[in-house]
């Protein structure tokens, strides 16, 4: 595939798609044979028609233009379409209005089924083309009655045709489909980063150019990122965006100056209308690929295209960082989201639990807001693990099972602990961020905690002094070696420090220092 072809949609959503099992087609006779009665052709034509009726004009262009109609059977309208991402979208938010749209077209209830078919898609979308090109034919499928979009649509078809929008291929094609707005739960840490997003989507390359927003992990910042990218694909299906994590960045970069592609890169990156890198603070001390996102930076921003970045520090933390991405990160918006708030804390648990279908009782949400405080991750995690605890042992939810099942929580860690387990009580204890311990600055403060999660990071993980090393900034085996027998000798020194790094232990794997 071309990498500069838009993907009409991001990718599934990596969990969960089981929640739609309804939309795939049960293999049993009703669904296999036509209803004779309906002339498949013609009933998608009446039915694009209603659709375009009962929605905007930019929802239809990015989820039914490439969709078909499959058949319809007596109790079925089956639809495909691209990706399963559109079928979990479509299934989410567009099934009732499907379902009163066949009513009103094929006189009779049926339930919606969708599967994917992208071969199919495809066509539909070369036949709507071929229709927008030939206003004859349009003319003819225009149903009696319906407002005539035709015209705007077609000229935006053409546009589209010429230079088609969406998410190009070469994003980071896993968007997920819950990362919406309206999941997004609004609290006084995160308001202005909400707001902002929304505003940066609403007019993008306008309002806030660049729109930077930083704050640490699980305090929802790709779900902004997200949420931001599916309000332009619905409001602007012509303009070209581009999403991905800075790591992909980085290693396209890499890639193009092995293969000597350089010329390629950058028509990608700044051929866009949109640019999203998440997590851009991972260009910390990679100099040769902040030269190149300087310029990618400057020709987007002097296009009027929209920029949008998220980090873990604000722009002048992060290491080694040159002074004029610094200053050019803080042309636009820079807005910072706090860990939450005890009552947002609350509103999430009890939206977290709605939505997989359970009300969960105010002294259970309380007892789980209180324990897990500063990570929205580790805190749906929690709400996830003791519906599931509840509904496989048929206990009810009450605060005894919610210790029971989150023993871990209440207590010490279980399990093998990750290496963002680590990070995240180091930091949090020390008060430093990852970007710190991963930069080169050496004032105590800061290289101490570093070497302590070094040491941490060798006593339980299983990776190598090498590996270690390169999660901390890329710094050599013999580093890392230094930081270990470092901290075992200040540990059998100073109780202090002793007890410290045993309660670490303790958290992280249950087993203290000296065990
Ligand atoms: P970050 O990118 O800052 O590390 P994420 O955006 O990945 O954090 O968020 C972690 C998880 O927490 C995601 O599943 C996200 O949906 C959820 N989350 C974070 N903040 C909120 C919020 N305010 N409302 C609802 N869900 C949230
Ligand atoms: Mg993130």
């Given at each position: 595939m071309n990498d500069t072809e838009p993907l009409s949609t991001p990718n599934p959503p990596s969990v969960e798609n089981t929640a739609q099992a309804d939309a795939v087609p049960q293999q049993d006779n009703e669904t296999l044979s036509n209803d004779p009665d309906v002339d498949i052709t013609t009933a998608w034509d009446r039915l694009r028609q209603d659709l375009k009726r009962r929605i905007l004009p930019e929802q239809y262009e990015t989820w039914f233009r490439r969709s078909a109609l499959v058949r319809v059977t007596d109790g079925a309208v089956v639809l495909a379409v691209q990706n399963e991402f559109a079928r979990d979208w479509i299934g989410r938010y567009y099934r009732d209005m499907l379902e009163q749209a066949v009513l009103s077209t094929l006189g009779t209830k049926r339930r919606i089924e969708i599967v994917i078919d992208p071969e199919l898609t495809l066509k539909a979308e070369a036949a709507q083309r071929a229709e927008v090109d030939d206003p004859a034919s349009a003319a003819a499928t225009?149903?009696?009655?319906?407002?005539?979009h035709s015209s705007a649509q077609r000229a935006s078809a053409t546009t589209r045709a010429d230079r088609p929008g969406g998410l190009m291929v070469n994003s980071d094609v896993s968007l997920n489909s819950k990362y919406t707005f309206d999941n997004f739960v609004v609290g006084p840490c995160n308001r202005f980063g909400h707001a902002a997003a929304m505003g940066a989507g609403e007019s993008p390359g306008k309002t806030y150019n660049p729109f930077f927003l930083h704050g640490q992990v699980g305090v929802g910042k790709t779900h902004l990122l997200q949420s931001l990218c599916y309000l332009i694909l619905e409001r602007f299906p012509d303009y070209r965006i581009l999403y991905l994590s800075c790591e992909t960045f980085v290693n396209h970069f890499i890639s193009a100056l092995e293969n000597g592609d350089l010329t390629e890169f950058r028509g990608k990156y700044r051929n866009v209308d949109v640019l999203v890198v998440d997590d851009i603070h991972l260009l910390a001390n990679k100099e040769r690929t902040q030269e190149e996102f300087f310029h990618t930076f400057n020709t987007l921003y002097n296009n009027s295209k929209q920029i949008v970045l998220s980090s873990d520090s604000p722009p002048k933390d992060i290491?080694?960082?040159q002074e004029r991405l610094v200053s050019r990160f803080k042309w636009g918006m820079v807005t910072e989201i706090e860990p939450p708030c005890y009552e947002t804390r609350m509103a999430i648990v009890k939206r977290k639990s709605r939505e997989r279908g359970c009300d969960m009782p105010d002294d259970v949400a309380q007892l789980i807001a209180e324990h897990v405080t500063r990570n929205v991750r580790e805190l749906e995690g929690a709400v996830t693990r003791l519906l599931g605890y509840s509904s496989l042992t048929g206990k009810r939810i009450v605060p005894d099972l919610a210790r029971e099942a989150l023993r871990d929580i209440f207590q010490v860690r279980r399990g093998a602990p990750s290496m963002n387990d680590i990070i995240e009580v180091v930091t949090e204890h020390y008060g430093v961020k990852l970007s710190d311990l991963q930069s080169k600055k050496r004032t105590n403060s800061i290289a101490f905690p570093r070497q302590v999660a070094m040491f941490l990071a060798r006593r339980?993980?299983?990776?190598s002094l090498e590996e270690i090393g390169g999660y901390f900034g890329g710094r050599d085996h013999s580093t890392v070696l230094h930081a270990v027998n470092k901290i075992t000798r200040v540990t059998t020194e100073d109780t202090h420090c002793h007890s410290t790094v045993d309660g670490f232990l303790r958290s992280l794997n249950g087993a203290g220092l000296d065990t």
């Open positions: 225009h149903a009696p009655g319906a407002p005539n290491p080694t960082l339980i993980t299983n990776h």
